[in-house]
């Protein structure tokens, strides 16, 4: 099938990603390419940051060059994960919730992006040991799970539009003649 059949009648955009119609709240390209990057920065430092803590050698008292660095790409790439998540919360998470669909995984990450950001938060600022050590645990948990709670919703949202294809936008295209190839 061309490329340039795969326009959705009502919102004029194109898919290049698959090859379903996107609906409302399907991201662009060029925002899902600057969220992945984000997501890499924050996600890779966070590990490396996590790996350079967890195994460091008893005898070692200060932290290694190596978790400094992490240290440092993990607080230079949160202000720009937030500046991408204030992006996508217009464009693609207000425009779900309205559409109704994939609203619990979606549910499941805004939660986990604000106990990230709020445990981050506590961290840089909590004096107490017993606080500091809560906020280290769950700060830990909460990443790791993101990556899990990611794919789930993207798995999910990639069911969606293939649901979605195959009941009312099939149909709107097939009125309107662009897909003329698909069962009636």
Not at 56 to 80: K, M, N
Not at 119 to 143: C, K
Not at 160 to 171: A, F, H, T, V, W
Request: aromatic share 16%.
């Amino acid at each position: 099938m061309p490329k340039s059949k795969l326009r959705h009648p009502k919102y004029k955009t194109r898919s290049t990603i698959h090859e379903y119609p996107p609906t409302p709240a399907a991201m662009s390209a060029w925002m899902l390419c600057i969220l992945l990057a984000a997501l890499t920065a924050i996600g890779v430092s966070g590990f490396g940051l996590w790996y350079c803590m967890t195994f460091r050698p008893p005898s070692q008292l200060d932290a290694s060059l190596w978790e400094l660095r992490w240290r440092q790409v993990h607080g230079w790439s949160t202000p720009a994960m937030l500046i991408v998540f204030g992006m996508i919360l217009r464009s693609h998470v207000f425009k779900g919730f309205q559409l109704g669909r994939n609203r619990f995984s979606g549910s499941l990450m805004l939660l986990t992006l604000f106990w990230l950001t709020f445990s981050g938060w506590g961290l840089y600022y909590s004096a107490e040991d017993l606080w500091r050590n809560f906020y280290h645990r769950t700060h830990e948990w909460f990443g790791f799970g993101l990556v899990g709670l990611l794919a789930a919703h993207w798995i999910f949202g990639y069911r969606s539009r293939r649901e979605l294809k195959n009941s009312e936008i099939s149909g709107a295209i097939r009125q309107t003649g662009i897909h003329p190839d698909l069962p009636a």
